[in-house]
């Protein structure tokens, strides 16, 4: 690009203090003049390792050594000079190897060589996929730009556009997401963009694939076409029709690893476990329970799985710090997540892929993929979120059996070393069980599992590459009981076509789309529903603001609760109506709607006045559970001997304790008294332990005595195994302990029944055993005494049968 002429001024004498401004200004001339030709005359051949090497403005190479940046990594080695000349780049370098820098060192460069004022406008705009990583990157803008009078700013959404808009005229540097930022360009009429120098597309190829396309291709149209771009990526496009969108001339190819042997960070350990998909939930709670002391990160394909995965476990609590992120929570909850992640030692974080791509944790041990990446791309950026420069890391993906192959094929194509680990099975919990007892109980956590199922089952469907996916070979039935449901939920799909352009279509899209819908639909084609023409026939005038307020209360909690919904959301929705429109918390007022014909109300006791107007709820209404959320709270007294209530505490008069002396005294009064009572009941206590005893060993002494009669009688059964002599009691308690594993099984099991038999049961299964023992007892005997007439022939063990019958 060119640069402007540098001013000079030659003018007559001058006051002193206007002497003092030329003068500082004249410095500056020169200072920029030196950096131009410094920037110029950078040869590309040798290598610049250090930043004070590299031809900066003070300003910039002061905000780097501030951040303590002193040496380039290799991308930065190579990427830095040749933008700092103004050319296009297309950079390409592993996950964690420092490409922030790479285009941020540049961008302000940029504009210091072009003189930029805060006065300006835009100078430079940096595009980001996510918010959470435009955020990133600002605030490494913010610690190398600090000591530069350029005005930078967010342009993210989360916030209200008109306070958006004020700032905007005012930016020089902006770092924006795709969608906000054309909403800007389009709706903010004093925002120009006419000079822009340097645009910027970090995670580039995510940026130009198709679910941002038109978006892009709409704010490249407002853009000025001179100016210089940069593009940078883990895995950067080379595709001609995306650099043809973009104008770049003569862009140079900036790629640091690509005759490396492997295409993620040399120390990222990376491991595939085979688990079918019922199974999953079991080896990734196992693993927690393995791992509580490490930082991980968990991908799952949708925010609704993210969800109830996120929800289920805390209930299940692992014994690690749980956290959540997806898209669809509100900005301020996700920076939160991110911000204490951050600073986790330990701790689990559930994600979709928001945070696959960018974002840079500090000390990321593991990173699990427990839903198939839709790629190798997003596999390569996922893993990347561990091992980040030069730090070791540790990655594992989750393979259903079907997904195998293709998987792996697809991953060693874009050289990705992996190799499969094995669970141990020993190891192995299974928590299927837990989740459908507390789908069971929890009717909320249940439409989470239902929305949860619904959404992978339709990520899978979506996706592109059916060698990987596909739904025909997954277990679904099977995979909704691991979830906790009690079925699969029903689930009608649109045609192929529209669903995958609905996956990709961008978000803006999805909202005009929407827009047009809710046109439309005042344009007197909405949808009456079963209320509104109820509501049509009634009088309107009684009945429409009770009806506004159920409505708005359902949408008001519709929206809370679905803050993660997808506008496809009716694509499969499980049906489920909002308790808080059948049941309304506030009471109803006295000269509140007379209820329709077939509608009543009931006034709970101690609370709220319910209106009942369908038998679903009237129903409801039978839950003792339901019902007693919604009532006041209770009273707790005792009942006297009189059978009168009282109340649990009576505080007496505190005039009156304090006669009877301090607390301490009569807390030690009352001590004493308690203790002489104790006394006196151990003694008859004592007393009584004492003569069951006695009678306890009188009756034993009696069995035994009828025991030794039967026995000089004869009977019992006897078994020789082999010449060996062996006695086989099978009543002998060491008869299973001396067998194998099966015995001692039978054993605890048998122990287990007893244990959790109901007291009369256990009493009557105590007196067997003592049977049994006693005819332990005689068995031996008799064995003993058989053992001289030992069957020797086929008719001697047909004799001694026959005497066991
Ligand atoms: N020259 C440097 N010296 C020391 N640390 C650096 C340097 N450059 C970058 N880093 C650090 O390396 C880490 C990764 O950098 P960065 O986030 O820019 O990686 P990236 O290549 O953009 O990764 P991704 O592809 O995942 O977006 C950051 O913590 C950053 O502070």
């Known amino acids: 690009m060119a640069s402007q002429p540098v001013r000079s001024s030659k003018k007559g004498p001058k006051p002193q203090h206007q002497n003092a401004r030329s003068l500082k200004r004249k410095r500056q001339e020169e200072d920029h003049a030196d950096l131009e030709t410094k920037v110029q005359a950078i040869d590309l051949a040798a290598p610049i390792t250090n930043f004070v090497d590299l031809p900066l403005s003070k300003a910039t190479a002061a905000g780097l050594a501030d951040s303590h940046f002193k040496t380039l990594t290799a991308i930065q080695q190579k990427g830095i000079p040749i933008a700092l000349k103004g050319s296009d780049i297309l950079g390409a370098a592993k996950t964690g190897s420092g490409k922030t820098l ?52 967010l342009v993210i959404g989360g916030k209200s556009l008109q306070e958006e808009r004020e700032r905007l005229g005012r930016m020089n540097i902006l770092v924006c997401t795709p969608g906000r930022m054309l909403q800007h360009l389009d709706q903010t009429a004093a925002f120009e963009v006419d000079d822009l120098q340097i645009l910027v597309l970090d995670e580039a190829d995510r940026i130009l694939d198709m679910g941002f396309q038109s978006t892009v291709d709409a704010l490249l149209d407002h853009l000025p076409k001179t100016r210089q771009t940069l593009l940078f990526s883990a895995t950067q496009t080379k595709r001609v029709s995306d650099l043809a969108r973009l104008n770049l001339k003569d862009p140079v190819y900036v790629s640091v690893h690509e005759d490396a042997i492997m295409a ?119 893993v990347g979120r561990t ?9 594992v993906l989750f393979l259903e059996p079907n997904e195998q192959d293709a ?26 069980t837990q989740l459908q007892n507390m789908c069971f109980k929890d009717p909320e956590l249940k439409f989470l599992g239902q929305r949860a199922f619904i959404a992978y089952v339709k990520s899978i469907f979506v996706q592109k590459d059916k060698e990987i996916f596909n739904l025909q070979k997954m277990p679904l039935e099977e995979y909704a009981a691991s979830l906790g449901l009690p079925g699969a939920p029903r689930i009608k799909f649109m045609k192929g076509d529209t669903a995958k352009e609905r996956k990709n279509a961008s978000r ?120 007693a959320k919604l009532m006041g709270k209770g009273h707790k007294l005792v009942f006297d001997e009189d059978g009168n209530p009282q109340e649990i505490y009576k505080l007496e008069n505190e005039e009156d304790f304090k006669k009877r002396g301090s607390a301490a005294q009569q807390r030690q009064q009352f001590v004493e008294q308690e203790a002489a009572k104790v006394k006196t009941v151990d003694v008859g206590d004592k007393e009584l332990a004492k003569h069951k005893k006695q009678e306890q060993k009188a009756r034993r002494k009696a069995k035994e005595r009828a025991a030794k009669e039967n026995q000089d009688v004869g009977g019992g059964a006897v078994a020789t195994l082999g010449g060996d002599e062996e006695l086989i009691d099978p009543f002998a308690d060491d008869y ?70």
């Open 102 to 153: 790479a285009f941020l060192v540049p961008v302000l460069e940029k504009l210091v060589l072009k003189k930029w004022t805060e006065f300006d406008g835009l100078g430079a705009l940096i595009m980001s996929p996510t918010r959470e990583l435009a955020i990133q990157i600002f605030e490494v803008l913010r610690k190398i730009g600090r000591y530069h009078s350029f005005s930078a700013g």
């Open 264 to 382: 993620t960070p040399d120390k990222l350990k990376q491991n595939f476990v085979v688990t079918s998909l019922p199974d999953k939930l079991d080896t990734l709670w196992s693993f927690l329970r393995a791992n509580t002391k490490s930082k991980i990160i968990v991908f799952l394909s949708s925010g609704k799985q993210v969800r109830f995965v996120y929800e289920s476990f805390r209930h299940l609590q692992p014994g690690i710090p749980l956290m959540h992120l997806h898209g669809r929570q509100k900005q301020a909850q996700r920076l939160e997540t991110m911000h204490k992640f951050t600073s986790s030692k330990n701790a689990c974080l559930f994600s979709t892929d928001v945070a696959a791509r960018g974002l840079d944790f500090p000390a990321v041990d593991w990173v699990l993929q427990l839903d198939c990446p839709e790629d190798a791309e997003t596999y390569i950026h996922r």
């Open 387 to 395: 091992a980040r420069f030069e730090q070791e890391g540790r990655a």
């Open 407 to 432: 998987m792996l094929k697809r991953l060693e194509q874009k050289k990705v070393p992996i190799e499969e680990i094995k669970v141990k099975q020993n190891k192995q919990q299974s928590i299927k």
């Open 508 to 627: 803006e899209q999805k909202f005009l789309a929407l827009q047009d819908q809710q046109t439309q639909e005042t344009n007197g084609k909405a949808i009456r529903t079963r209320y509104d023409r109820m509501f049509e026939r009634q009088n309107q005038n009684v009945l429409s603001s009770r009806y506004t307020d159920l409505v708005q209360d359902g949408e008001r909690e519709l929206q809370d609760k679905e803050e993660d919904d997808e506008s496809e959301e009716d694509f499969m929705k499980p049906k489920r109506r909002l308790a808080s429109n059948s049941l309304s918390p506030e009471p109803l007022p006295d000269n509140s709607l007379p209820a329709p014909p077939d509608h009543r109300t009931v006034k709970l006791e101690g609370g709220p006045t319910l209106l009942i107007d369908s038998k679903r709820r009237e129903k409801l209404l039978k839950s003792k559970k339901k019902l």
């Open 736 to 805: 299973y302990n001396a067998n194998d594993s099966d015995g001692s099984e039978a054993i605890s099991s048998l122990d287990r029944a007893d244990t959790t038999m109901p007291k009369t049961k256990r009493k009557k299964a105590d007196t067997e055993t003592d049977i049994g023992s006693s005819n332990r007892k005689k068995n031996h005997k008799t064995r003993v005494s058989r053992n001289s007439v030992e069957p020797e022939t086929l008719e001697d063990l047909e004799a001694l049968a026959a005497s066991y019958l």
